[in-house]
Antibody, heavy 118, light 109 residues
Framework: EVQLVESGGGLVKPGGSLRLSCAASGISFNDVWLSWVRQAPGKGLEWVGRVKSRADGGTTDYATPVKGRFTISRDDSKNTLFLQMNSLKSEDTAVYYC?????????WGQGTMVTVSS | EIVLTQSPGTLSLSPGERATLSCRASQSVSDNYLAWYQQKPGQAPRFFIYGASNRATGIPDRFSGSGSGTDFTLTISRLEPEDFAVYYCQQYGGSPPYTFGQGTKLEIK
C-alpha cells in the first residue's frame, strides 16, 4: 500500500522558518515526481511546488507566492520529501499536503498544519 | 496563470439524483489536462478524474468527466450517500503553475 506521512508542522512566528518532511512507503520513490499542495483554513487547494525525479533532472518549480522563500528537496536514500519554508507570513498558514505526481496528484498524505502567528 | 471557476458553489441534491458540476477555465486547458478531486471534511483530497474524462483507480463508474478547451463537467449519475463532499477541478496542462478551482460543495438536500 502506498503511504505518504507528513510531519514537522507547528506554530511559528512571522519571519520564522520551518521544515516539513514527507515519508513515503510502498512506492518506487526514486522514480516519482512529488509535489506540495496547501489548503488555508476553510479555503481551497493551492499548488505550492514540485520536484522531478533525479532521472528527469531533479529540478524544482514553485508557485509565485512562495518562490524565493520555500525550497523543495528530496532524499531518495530515505524515501523522504522536504519543504523548507523561510520568511514565513501569516498567509502561509495552511495544511500542507505532499502528493505523488508533478502536475496531477494521485496519492496524498494526511497533511500537516502550519500556523504562522505572533 | 489559468483561472478555474467552478459552479455552482453549493449544490443541494438527494441520494439517487444526478449531479452536474461545472468547471470553466479562463483560457484553453492544454491537451485537456483537467483533473477532479473529492475532499471530505478532515480528509485529504482524493484523485478522481484525469485527462478530463479518465477515472482514477477505484473510482466507481457512476462518476464521469467530460469537456474540452475551457468547459468541463463532472457528472455523478446517481448520488450515493458517500458522494456528498467538496469537489475541486485542477488544470495541469503545460508548464506550472497548476491551478485549482474554488470548489463545489455537494450537500444532501
Amino acid at each position: 500500500e502506498v503511504q505518504l506521512v507528513e510531519s514537522g508542522g507547528g506554530l511559528v512566528k512571522p519571519g520564522g522558518s520551518l521544515r516539513l518532511s514527507c515519508a513515503a512507503s510502498g512506492i518506487s520513490f526514486n522514480d516519482v515526481w512529488l509535489s506540495w499542495v496547501r489548503q488555508a483554513p476553510g479555503k481551497g487547494l493551492e499548488w505550492v511546488g514540485r520536484v522531478k525525479s533525479r532521472a528527469d533532472g531533479g529540478t524544482t518549480d514553485y508557485a509565485t507566492p512562495v518562490k524565493g522563500r520555500f525550497t523543495i528537496s528530496r532524499d531518495d536514500s530515505k524515501n523522504t520529501l522536504f519543504l523548507q519554508m523561510n520568511s514565513l507570513k501569516s498567509e502561509d498558514t495552511a495544511v500542507y499536503y505532499c502528493a505523488t505526481g508533478g502536475s496531477a496528484f494521485d496519492i496524498w498524505g494526511q497533511g500537516t498544519m502550519v500556523t504562522v502567528s505572533s | 496563470e489559468i483561472v478555474l471557476t467552478q459552479s455552482p458553489g453549493t449544490l443541494s441534491l438527494s441520494p439517487g439524483e444526478r449531479a452536474t458540476l461545472s468547471c470553466r477555465a479562463s483560457q484553453s486547458v492544454s491537451d485537456n489536462y483537467l483533473a477532479w478531486y473529492q475532499q471530505k471534511p478532515g480528509q485529504a483530497p482524493r484523485f478522481f478524474i484525469y485527462g478530463a474524462s479518465n477515472r482514477a483507480t477505484g473510482i466507481p463508474d457512476r462518476f464521469s468527466g467530460s469537456g474540452s478547451g475551457t468547459d468541463f463537467t463532472l457528472t455523478i449519475s446517481r448520488l450515493e450517500p458517500e458522494d456528498f463532499a467538496v469537489y475541486y477541478c485542477q488544470q495541469y496542462g503545460g508548464s506550472p503553475p497548476y491551478t485549482f478551482g474554488q470548489g463545489t460543495k455537494l450537500e444532501i438536500k
